[in-house]
């Protein structure tokens, strides 16, 4: 039977592109080719708008009264977790925006077995190399480097089509007590809470199907 792996998170969080990166790494090790991955959507600043504006520490030293010296430090403590994951996040630069347009992509790309490798690409544009991810040329030439279909991804962004997708996500988050990204759940079963580590992905991964 296989394997079912649901994940709630937003391409703004850092943190969840450090999960996908251990999930990754959990299924290599295991060993398994019945596991099915499914993205849920979850917006964390669903009322940001689509053109960049503050950078993400200027926001949460604004919103959650944090000083420079904090967001720096908590910044190289993200960046220092995700080279352990070989990957190369800069926070320092990012700007966030609405992910309602990239959130719907990934609900597109699912339907061609395409959203593992779409979210890792959205992930890596806007976390490491600091794109509009909210932009729709950027989303377009990421989705279709991805491998979705141009013409399909031009109907997606020209429309509303998945938004009622996006909306269920976010309305079982609720249902199932969702409040926060990334939370995974393996074979319906919360995989710990926060960000798991490889040894806590591998051990749900051994004990489902």
């Given at each position: 039977m296989a394997v079912k792996i649901e994940i709630w998170s937003d391409i703004m969080c850092p943190w969840c592109y450090i999960g996908k990166a251990r999930l990754d790494k959990a299924i290599d090790r295991?060993?398994?080719d019945d596991?099915?991955?499914?993205?849920?959507?979850?917006e964390l600043r669903p009322d940001q708008p689509r053109t960049p504006g503050?950078?993400?520490g200027e926001m949460m030293r604004e919103n959650l009264g944090l000083k420079d010296g904090e967001t720096v430090e908590l910044f190289e403590k993200i960046r220092t977790l995700g080279e352990a994951e070989g990957l190369d996040i800069r926070l320092s630069g990012v700007r966030p925006v609405n992910s309602?347009?990239?959130q719907r992509l990934v609900h597109l790309a699912a339907g061609s077995g395409l959203a593992?490798?779409?979210?890792?690409?959205?992930?890596?544009?806007?976390?490491?190399?600091?794109?509009?991810v909210a932009d729709?040329?950027?989303?377009t030439h990421t989705a279709t480097g991805a491998g979705l279909d141009p013409d399909d991804v031009a109907r997606v962004l020209s429309g509303d089509?998945?938004?009622?997708?996006?909306?269920?996500?976010?309305?079982?988050?609720?249902?199932?007590?969702?409040?926060?990204?990334?939370?995974?759940?393996?074979?319906?079963?919360?995989?710990?809470?926060?960000v798991p580590s490889v040894e806590q992905f591998h051990r749900a991964l051994e004990k489902a199907g």
């Open positions: 295991v060993g398994r596991v099915e991955v499914i993205w849920r959507s979850f503050a950078t993400l309602f347009d990239a593992h490798r779409l979210k890792n690409d959205l992930f890596r544009v806007y976390l490491q190399e600091q794109q509009n729709h040329d950027v989303l089509m998945y938004a009622a997708e996006v909306r269920e996500d976010e309305a079982a988050a609720v249902h199932r007590g969702v409040t926060g990204v990334p939370t995974v759940f393996v074979d319906g079963v919360r995989v710990a809470t926060g």
